[in-house]
């Protein structure tokens, strides 16, 4: 089923959003070369406790931790643990939910370190900007597959994979709700979008093929042939206007230009 949430629901939101903004913006600061996977989520914990939220994906169907930190081949849903070390020249996923007076907030980036490849870093500029193109589509009578197309091009356009087998997701009470928003798609096609929807809407981009597998923990998806992925992930809502990212206080998506008269 999916919610549909009034102004005082989307201010709940909107205030879950914003401190996970300020969370993922101090992951970003305290993320170093040599430091444990663990560490960070520990660092992720206690941020988000003293803020008095709750991390969403600590016990979610088992999940052992607050954040996923996903390397190079892995896709998402990482499990962070002090055998794991951020090492130079890889890429790292960081995926973080927390919920705040009963609502919840979703959101991912990914960044280098040290020193990574051009095609790398190109990768993760892509993927960001694969979250845009999408999110901007999020509006009142739009298509669900008008989203994933936008996404999808702009990948494929690049020669990249597009992951299939994970999709975004309606967000708002529950972390996972209706609609799945998958990152492919034709435009006018899929679920009528309408304002007072919230959604996850969450790139994940190889720069090889689309095939993944799971890995042995039961949780980490890795890219089948082992190429680097990346993902960005933020909560968006639609409104009447514009679609507001409620994980990036501020963002006003660019207006486009009007055609010049003739
Ligand atoms: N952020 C992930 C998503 O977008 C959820 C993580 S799953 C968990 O669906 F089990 F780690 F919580
Ligand atoms: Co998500």
């Known amino acids: 089923m999916i919610t549909i949430k009034n102004a005082h629901q989307l201010a709940k939101m909107r205030s879950a959003g914003h401190l996970l903004y300020d969370v993922l913006c101090g992951l970003r600061e305290v993320i170093v070369p040599g430091m444990t996977t663990l560490a960070l989520d520990a660092w992720a914990s206690e941020r988000i406790r003293k803020a008095g939220a709750v991390p969403s994906f600590l016990n979610y169907h088992g999940y ?33 939910g927390l919920i705040l007076d009963d609502w919840q907030a979703d959101s991912a980036f990914t960044v280098p370190l040290g020193e990574v490849p051009d095609e ?7 993927t960001e900007q694969c979250f845009f193109e999408g999110a901007r ?32 997701h309606g967000i708002g009470r529950q972390m996972h709700e209706d609609p799945s928003v998958p990152n492919f798609g034709s435009p006018g096609n899929g679920i009528r979008l309408r304002r007072g929807m919230t959604l996850a809407i969450e790139p994940m981009i190889a720069l090889g093929d689309y095939a993944v597998r799971e890995l ?11 190429s680097p992925c990346a993902h960005y992930e933020h909560t968006i809502a639609i409104t009447q206007g514009e679609p507001e990212v409620l994980t990036l206080p501020g963002y006003a998506f660019p207006t486009t230009e009007p055609d010049a008269a003739p």
């Not at 739009?142 to 597009?162: K, T």
């Not at 042995?216 to 082992?226: H, K, L, N, P, S």
């Open 137 to 168: 589509k999020a509006v009142d009578g739009g298509r669900m597959g008008d989203i994933g197309h936008a996404v999808q091009s702009l990948a494929e356009r690049h020669g990249y994979g597009v992951i299939r087998m994970l999709t975004g």
């Open 64 to 96: 052992p931790a607050c954040i996923c930190t996903s390397l190079d081949s892995q896709v998402v849903h990482g499990i962070p643990s002090d055998a794991v070390t951020l090492d130079e020249g890889s890429i790292l996923s960081v995926d973080c």
């Open 216 to 226: 042995d923990d039961g949780w980490t998806i890795v890219t089948a042939d082992g």
């Open 120 to 126: 790398v870093l190109a990768l993760i500029a892509v």
